[in-house]
């Protein structure tokens, strides 16, 4: 198992659990648990693999990924009584999720020789879309869209990763410090409650 | 024309009446009425196309599939008097098509040399992608998400499927066998509106 | 570059406009307005690539697309005061669009050797998609589904383009009186309100 593997691992460790505790916080029975837990860790992957052409997709040939959701599920489910602030953990492992999995998704691109820009755009793809599917089945308002810093934070990793990367840093830091660099900006700017710019005049948004 | 082509092709009639007589019962346009109708009977087999990688999708050289689609729709429309009960009906054809569709992925996830857990997997999203899109087009709750049986039934048949395997029976009993288990599964569990067991204690449900 | 192309960069131009200009009427941030001209304008190509199986999808090797759709933002942003009826620009720039992309869907289907049938829809997606999740993400009904042509202007445009290739016309012709027929077929149904004939009797509307 290399470095980018035992990321991977972790990020899909994080999201299962991500999807679980969404999934219980809507009282869903023990199959649509396990479906949100899935399309969590698995989404954002699934379609990466699909634009980069990398057959076949991950999940499909790795029973590992299937069996570490059905224990982060099981596992969830025993400890939700301690996990009591569900918003708060839900919020901590979503952070860690899409900052492994920005790491993975750049990796992936750079190995299939994409433009660095393009590789960004992959990383965010890889991190953000596994939630957002999430949210639209548990119907929630998707994460990506409710004007707070979410994938920001995974573009803003793409380029310290690739910042890092001229500097010839070995890989394991570089890995590292982008991830971190992800976590940190998406808790730090909900923490803060830091927001993008605005691009309008205050005129444009009161005549709204 | 194989037994699993035959399958596929009833699958293909039964999505495509369930996804025009939803269209009907909203009063969609003609060409409304084809789209639902083909995306019902034609989104599953895509999906579960792209995942594995089977290239050209299913329904893109296979004229028969179109038309088929097309005749499914005219016929729908001339009988829809007939079909009085349009939501009886609906679900009847809607019941007979996963379990169609879940025998032709678990098939096709088999031929590609997939783990069992993963054919089970491709034979749900087979069954239940189609419908989902048409509810999601429609402006239902997708029927997966309605806290009934539904994809279970396909997690059922799936399981029956590889036990039958595992003693030798010639596959047009197995197919038929999983299939036919399918669609009792998701009948009987709407008559008898059967649910699955909550993993919740009592508390926590009221405390919701 | 070839005909094909510059169709192809005109309908990138066209349909990140509008993207940017549905993203300016609801008010987005930076980041949201870039995603959804990214996804308007690529969306549709993305989902013909991943059905036809062309590798690598379009814009993942194409970097020209991605600063076209970023200069189409900050253009947009600038002149927004000048575009001041967004309703009636957006929808200019939407006819416009889709009338190219149904072109290049076209296009490419003949090139991976589909049948006329089967290049109409592939040329419908192209042109439809993107708008479609545009709708979606900005929380619009999606324009496919308001009852009016829309997919349909596109078929007509497909049905065009295959009997004038049967008069041995040159391709230029061909592909310009295709996309113009969309484009047309598309204002003058919207400026005349012309709706499809609804294939049911007024007593079934009524009793619904």
């Known amino acids: 198992m290399n470095f980018i593997e035992i990321i991977d691992f972790l990020g899909i460790i994080a999201f299962a659990i991500s999807g679980a505790?969404?999934?219980?916080?809507?009282k869903l029975d023990p199959f649509g648990i396990v479906i949100i837990a899935f399309v969590t860790a698995a989404g954002g992957g699934t379609l990466?693999?699909?634009?980069?052409?990398?057959?076949?997709i991950s999940w499909m040939r790795n029973m590992n990924l299937i069996y570490t959701i059905l224990a982060c599920v099981v596992i969830t489910f025993i400890f939700r009584a301690q996990l009591a602030k569900l918003r708060k953990t839900l919020f901590l492992f979503d952070a860690i999720g899409i900052g492994l999995y920005t790491v993975v998704g750049l990796e992936m691109g750079l190995a299939a020789g994409l433009h660095p820009l393009i590789c960004i755009i992959i990383g965010c793809i890889t991190a953000c879309f596994g939630g957002v599917l999430r949210d639209i089945l548990i119907n929630e308002i998707p994460v990506i869209?409710?004007?707070n810093i979410y994938a920001t934070a995974c573009i803003i990793g793409g380029m310290v990763y690739f910042i890092l990367l001229k500097f010839n840093l070995p890989n394991n830091i570089v890995f590292t410090a982008s991830a971190v660099t992800?976590?940190?900006?998406?808790?730090?700017?909900v923490v803060f409650k830091i927001k993008l710019p605005s691009p309008y005049s205050k005129n444009e948004i009161i005549n709204k």
Chains 1, 2, 3 share one sequence.
């Open 145 to 147: 869209f409710r004007k």
């Open 21 to 26: 505790l969404a999934a219980f916080s809507k």
């Open 182 to 189: 992800v976590i940190l900006t998406r808790v730090l700017a």
């Open 48 to 56: 990466r693999d699909v634009l980069i052409g990398v057959q076949p």
